[in-house]
C-alpha cells in the first residue's frame, strides 16, 4: 500500500475516533449566584414606603384638576418606555460581548483540536510501521532481546501516549459542545432582545405622537393655568411636602442602620471581652461598610463628574447636572408669582441628566408641575432634584455615582420650555445650587 493511501486510512481512523466522542453527552453545569437577603430585603422595604407615598401623592392631585395632569399617563409611558429602552440595550450590549468571547474560544478550541487531531494521525502512523509485534514469537525467532526490549518499550510509550491524546481530544471537544450550546443560548436571547427593543420602539414613538397631538390640544389651557395666582406655590408646596415625607422616612432608615451597626460593635466587643478571658483568639469583626454617599442667563457648560467623600465636602466644587442656559435663577422672581427655590438649565430635549455626587434614588415618579421627577439621597439629609424630565434611567433603591446618567431633559408637567429644573435641598430647605456648583 503507498504512503498516501495509508495516510488516508489513518485519517479517517481519527475521524472515526473524534466521530465518537462527539456524540456522548456532555452534563451542564450551572451556578446559582448567591442573593444577599438583607440587602434586598432593604431596598424592598424602602420601596415599598415610597410607593404608599408616591400612591398617597397621586390622591392629594386628584382634588384639583389640572390640564397638565392629562399628559401626566403619556409621560409616565414615554419615560418608561426609555428607560427599559436603555436596559434593553445594555442587555444586548452585554450579549454581543459575551457572544463576540464565545466564539474567541470556540477559534482558540479549533486550534487545539486540529494541532492534537494531528498528533493522533502521527501516532496512529507511527504504531502502523511498526505493526502489532507479539513479545513472544519475536524471542522464538530469535531477535536480539535488548532490541524486543527496545521495541516494546517503544510501543507501549506509543500506546499511552494516544490514550492521553484522545483524553485530551474528548475534553477538547466536551468544551467545544458546551461552547456552541452558550453560542445558541445567547444568540437566542440576543434575537429575543432585539425583537424587544423594535417592539419598545414602536411603543415609544405611538406615545410621543400621542402626547405631541393631546399637548397641541390643551396647550393653550396649560399656559392659562401655569399663570394663574398661586398655582406655583401649591406645586411648590406639594414637593415641599414631599421631600419632607422622605426626609423622615431617610432619617428612619439611617437612624435603624445606626442602631444595627451599633449592635454588631457592641457583640464583636463582647466576642473580644470573652476571647481574652478564654485566651482564644476573637472571630475577626465583619467589615463596616463606609457612609460615603457617595442666552437669558448664564451658559454652563461643564458637566459632573465622579467623585468620592462626603457632599458637604464639595462645596464649590460641583458642576451643573446638564448642559445648557441659567434662564432661572435660586431666590429670583418667578413668572406666575414666588420665587425660584432652584434653578432652570434650558437645554434641547434628550440631553443626558447626570447626578452630581454618589448617592441613591429616592424617588422617580411623574409629579404635577414637575412632570418625570427624580430625587437623589446623598446622606447627612443632602438632596439633589430633578425635574420636568422627558426619561427617568434610574429607579428608587439604585445608586448613582457622581456624573452618571441618570434622566434626559424634556418638558414634562406642562412645562412651556425644554430643559430641567434642579435643586439642592438640606434638612428639607432649599438652597442656591449655584453657590454648591461652579458655572466656569
Known amino acids: 500500500m503507498s504512503a498516501q493511501g495509508t495516510r488516508s486510512i489513518l485519517r479517517q481512523i481519527a475521524l472515526a475516533g473524534l466521530a465518537f466522542l462527539l456524540s456522548q453527552p456532555v452534563a451542564a453545569q450551572r451556578n446559582a449566584s448567591p442573593e444577599i437577603a438583607e440587602k434586598k430585603a432593604d431596598l424592598g422595604e424602602l420601596r415599598g414606603r415610597i410607593d404608599n407615598l408616591r400612591k398617597e401623592l397621586s390622591t392629594s392631585e386628584g382634588d384639583r384638576a389640572d390640564a397638565a395632569d392629562r399628559l401626566r399617563e403619556s409621560e409616565r409611558q414615554i419615560s418608561r418606555l426609555q428607560r427599559e429602552l436603555l436596559e434593553l440595550s445594555n442587555q444586548r450590549g452585554q450579549l454581543q460581548k459575551q457572544l463576540e468571547n464565545l466564539e474567541n474560544q470556540s477559534r482558540e478550541l479549533g486550534g487545539t483540536l486540529g494541532q492534537q487531531q494531528q498528533q493522533l494521525e502521527q501516532l496512529l502512523h507511527r504504531q502502523y510501521l ?13 531477535d536480539d532481546p535488548n532490541q524486543t526490549a527496545r521495541d516494546l518499550h517503544y510501543l507501549s510509550a ?12 474528548s475534553s477538547t471537544i466536551a468544551q467545544k459542545k458546551r461552547l456552541a450550546a452558550d453560542v445558541r443560548d445567547r444568540t437566542s436571547e440576543l434575537a429575543e432582545v432585539e425583537a424587544e427593543q423594535k417592539k419598545r420602539q414602536a411603543e415609544l414613538e405611538k406615545q410621543r405622537a400621542e402626547r405631541k397631538s393631546l399637548y397641541a390640544q390643551i396647550s393653550s389651557k396649560v399656559q392659562a393655568q401655569r399663570k394663574e395666582i398661586g398655582a406655583l ?24 442602620a445606626r442602631a444595627a451597626e451599633a449592635g454588631k460593635r457592641r457583640q464583636a466587643a463582647e466576642q473580644a471581652r470573652r476571647a481574652q478571658e478564654t485566651g482564644k483568639p476573637a472571630p475577626a469583626a465583619p467589615p463596616v461598610a463606609s457612609s460615603k454617599p457617595t442666552p437669558g442667563g448664564p451658559e454652563n457648560t461643564y458637566e459632573p463628574m ?19 442656559t441659567v434662564t432661572g435663577r435660586f431666590g429670583k422672581p418667578r413668572e406666575g408669582g414666588g420665587t425660584w427655590r432652584g434653578l432652570f438649565i434650558r437645554s434641547e430635549s434628550g440631553a443626558p441628566v447626570k447626578a452630581v455626587a454618589n448617592g441613591r434614588v429616592v424617588f422617580a415618579e411623574w409629579m404635577r408641575g414637575f412632570g418625570n421627577l427624580l430625587i437623589v439621597d446623598h446622606g447627612d439629609a443632602y438632596l439633589s432634584i430633578y425635574g420636568n424630565n422627558d426619561s427617568l434611567l434610574k429607579q428608587v433603591g439604585q445608586s448613582v455615582s457622581g456624573g452618571e446618567t441618570i434622566a434626559t431633559t424634556g418638558n414634562t408637567g406642562g412645562n412651556p420650555e425644554s430643559g430641567l429644573y434642579f435643586e439642592i435641598r438640606h434638612q428639607g430647605q432649599p438652597i442656591d445650587p449655584l453657590s454648591w456648583a461652579s458655572l466656569k
Open 130 to 142: 511498526r505493526g502489532k509485534p507479539d513479545a513472544l514469537q519475536m524471542l522464538l525467532n530469535g
Open 306 to 324: 465622579p467623585n468620592d467623600g462626603r457632599f458637604a465636602k464639595q462645596k464649590g466644587s460641583l458642576r451643573l447636572p446638564v448642559r445648557g
Open 233 to 256: 406655590q401649591r406645586d411648590e408646596k406639594r414637593l415641599t411636602q414631599l421631600i419632607d415625607r422622605l426626609s423622615k422616612i431617610l432619617a428612619q432608615q439611617a437612624a435603624a
Open 158 to 169: 506509543i500506546a499511552h501516549s494516544r490514550a492521553d491524546l484522545m483524553a485530551e481530544i
